[in-house]
Structure formats: C-alpha cells, structure tokens
C-alpha cells in the first residue's frame, strides 16, 4: 500500500537516521570532520558553489534561487526562495530534477540524488564547486537555449 501512495518519500527513508545512523564508524569519523577548521573549510567551498550557481541563474535568467545554510548548498525552481516547506514542495519538477542529476553525474559531479542540495565536506575543494559551477552553467544553457555563458565559472573567493 504504501508504494501506490502517490506521496510517499521512497527516495530519502533512512537517510535521516535510521539503523546506521549512530554506528562506530560514523561517530569516529564525526570526530574528525566536526572541527572548527573542518567546517571552515566547508562552509568556504559551499560559499563558492553557492555564487556559481547563482551566477548561472542570473546569467540565464531562470526564475530559481539558490540558498546556503552553513556548508549546504541547494537550489531551487522557484524564485523567490522558498520560505516554507509547502512552497518548496510546490516549486519542484521531478523531470528538470533528473535532467540536471544526469547531466551532472554524466559529467562527473554527484550531487544529493533526492533534491538539489549539495553538503560540502572536509575533502570537497573550490575546483570541484567550480567544476560544478561551470557544468550547471552549461545546463541551464542548454535547457534556456542561450547557447553560451555569459557568467564566470570561477568566482572570487571570499
């Protein structure tokens, strides 16, 4: 019954916790990530993928938004921002979803496969929120028939 509720959440269940949430091994590496300088570090590369993609937004002219929240990042098709859950549930496409996924992964960035969000870690470098930057630029290009760019892939870093 509950995969034919056109509103179950099948995609994210466990990823909010669940059985392994609290293992060893997690707890142990949280030690090591969750320090002053690691964070840092995160919410630096996430300030710069943030402006990339806002960036490609306006360089297009889509009505999207981007927000950041400490080392997340995640955009949205809807702008304004959403400001509630109920918008931004309202503001999704399914289908411009996986076009974007696709055209990312095919290309060799990965970002969280259950919305448009992106959580910088430790290791995540600004080339790599760069290379992310510039392959976004490149598909909203293709879905806004612009053809070209006329944003930079490589903001200033702050």
């Known amino acids: 019954m509950v995969e034919a509720h056109p509103e179950a ?17 997690s707890v142990a ?13 995160m919410v630096d590369v996430a300030t710069t993928f943030t402006r990339g993609v806002q960036d490609a937004i306006g ?12 080392a997340r990042s995640e955009y949205r ?24 996924h696709l055209y990312l992964v095919n290309r060799g960035v990965l ?14 470098s600004h080339d790599d929120a760069h290379l992310h930057s510039r392959l976004f630029g490149d598909a909203l290009d293709e879905l806004a028939g612009t053809g070209s760019r006329s944003w930079n892939s490589s903001p200033s870093r702050a």
């Open 111 to 124: 970002i969280t496969p259950f919305h448009n969000m992106a959580l910088m870690c430790p290791v995540t």
């Open 29 to 41: 590496t949280l030690e090591l990530v969750l320090t002053d300088d690691a964070f840092a570090h």
């Open 77 to 100: 098709f809807a702008f304004p921002a959403p400001r509630d859950g109920s918008t931004s549930a309202a503001s999704g496409d399914e289908t411009l979803e996986e076009y974007l």
């Open 9 to 25: 959440d099948l995609i994210d269940v466990g990823g909010v916790g669940g059985t392994l949430a609290g293992n060893a091994l």
């Open 59 to 70: 360089g297009t002219g889509v009505p999207w938004s981007v927000s950041q929240l400490g």
